[in-house]
């Protein structure tokens, strides 16, 4: 069973901008924290922020404040990464998971690719 869709990944220069969304399965999204994650080319997955269940100010690695925004919409059952002032380090697969992820029974989804390049 596929829990999240992950999409709007893409190339894009130095100091550009994407916005990344993730389409959870409904009991999943209004249940828990909603976590973004990334996974660089021979590294570890890391963690990139997450919201509350009730959309309370999201919370960030610090590699990430100031550029990114996470936020998400119950409607949809959909979470949100805005990403601005992209750096070619942030180039990596982005996830989405519930948060921790350590503690989740719910596999990985494909991810969206993110590149970022000159």
């Known amino acids: 069973q596929v829990h999240f869709v992950e999409s709007g990944g893409g190339l894009v220069r130095p100091g550009g901008s994407l916005r990344l969304s993730c389409v959870a399965s409904g009991s999943i999204f209004s249940s828990y924290a909603m976590g973004w994650y990334r996974q660089a080319p021979g590294k570890q997955r890391e963690w990139v922020g997450f919201i509350t269940a009730n959309g309370g100010r999201p919370v960030y690695a610090d590699s990430m404040k100031g550029r990114f925004a996470i936020s998400r919409d119950s409607a949809k059952n959909t979470l949100y990464l805005q990403m601005d002032s992209l750096k070619p380090e942030d180039t990596a697969v982005y996830f989405c998971?519930?948060?921790?992820?350590?503690?989740?029974?719910?596999?990985w989804g494909q991810g969206t690719q993110v590149t970022v390049s000159s």
């Open positions: 998971n519930i948060y921790p992820s350590y503690s989740s029974p719910y596999d």
